[in-house]
T-cell receptor
Framework: AQTVTQSQPEMSVQEAETVTLSCTYDTSESDYYLFWYKQPPSRQMILVIR??????QNATENRFSVNFQKAAKSFSLKISDSQLGDAAMYFC???????????FGQGTTLQVKP | DAEITQSPRHKITETGRQVTLACHQTWNHNNMFWYRQDLGHGLRLIHYSYGVQDTNKGEVSDGYSVSRSNTEDLPLTLESAASSQTSVYFCASSPDPTASTDTQYFGPGTRLTVL
């Protein structure tokens, strides 16, 4: 069975600085996707970034980028130039290429200090 | 604009009562999912559907049921609510008919309290 682990329950960063959130996963599948979702206090789950496992190039969306290490089964999220609006809980998720189901990590709460 | 909605947004009920949470999407997505979110567990899959008349159990399906009579709706029913089912419930949908990892889009969530 697939598992996703986020080992940092809480992180904090100074506004305008860079922070990296960690995620590791375990799977025997070859076809899968990885996601980072953001959940602000409003509770809405917002897609931040997505990575296809077959792609070697790391995904980037504006200030958000990932470091995808397939052999190590690691998928970290880097937030550059952190903003107060980035404060939220961040979830790493594994998407099975066989079933389309998502498996979530436990989440990391990010605090952004002004 | 197309969207995914959930109702009610908040619900308080008593142990033993039947409760139904609604999920409606206007994207015409084939795949729909129900998750629950609890502290320390992230989101866990309850039930999912790949199309009309198709339903499947997720990892925490005991005490829950779903039915899919049309593309737009996947209601979640708690047959006899228990205090352990107090949680925040999220519905999600994705378009890929082959279920090959298309992005899931989430509703706003329903906070359910079982007293």
């Amino acid at each position: 069975a697939q598992t996703v682990t986020q080992s940092q329950p809480e992180m904090s960063v100074q506004e305008a600085e860079t922070v990296t959130l960690s995620c590791t996963y375990d799977t025997s599948e070859s076809d899968y996707y990885l996601f980072w979702y953001k959940q602000p206090p409003s509770r809405q789950m917002i897609l931040v970034i997505r990575q296809e496992a077959y792609k070697q190039q790391n995904a980037t969306e504006n200030r958000f980028s990932v470091n995808f290490q397939k052999a190590a089964k690691s998928f970290s999220l880097k937030i550059s130039d952190s903003q107060l609006g980035d404060a939220a809980m961040y979830f790493c998720a594994y998407g099975s290429g066989n079933t389309g189901k998502l498996i979530f990590g436990q989440g990391t709460t990010l605090q952004v200090k002004p | 604009d197309a969207e995914i909605t959930q109702s009610p947004r908040h619900k308080i009920t008593e142990t033993g009562r039947q409760v139904t949470l609604a999920c409606h999407q206007t994207w015409n997505h084939n795949n729909m999912f129900w998750y629950r979110q609890d502290l320390g567990h992230g989101l866990r899959l309850i039930h999912y559907s790949y199309g009309v008349q198709d339903t499947n159990k997720g990892e925490v399906s005991d005490g829950y049921s779903v039915s899919r009579s049309n593309t737009e709706d996947l209601p979640l029913t708690l047959e006899s609510a228990a205090s352990s089912q107090t949680s925040v419930y999220f519905c999600a949908s994705s378009p890929d008919p082959t279920a090959s990892t298309d992005t899931q889009y989430f509703g706003p969530g329903t906070r359910l309290t079982v007293l």
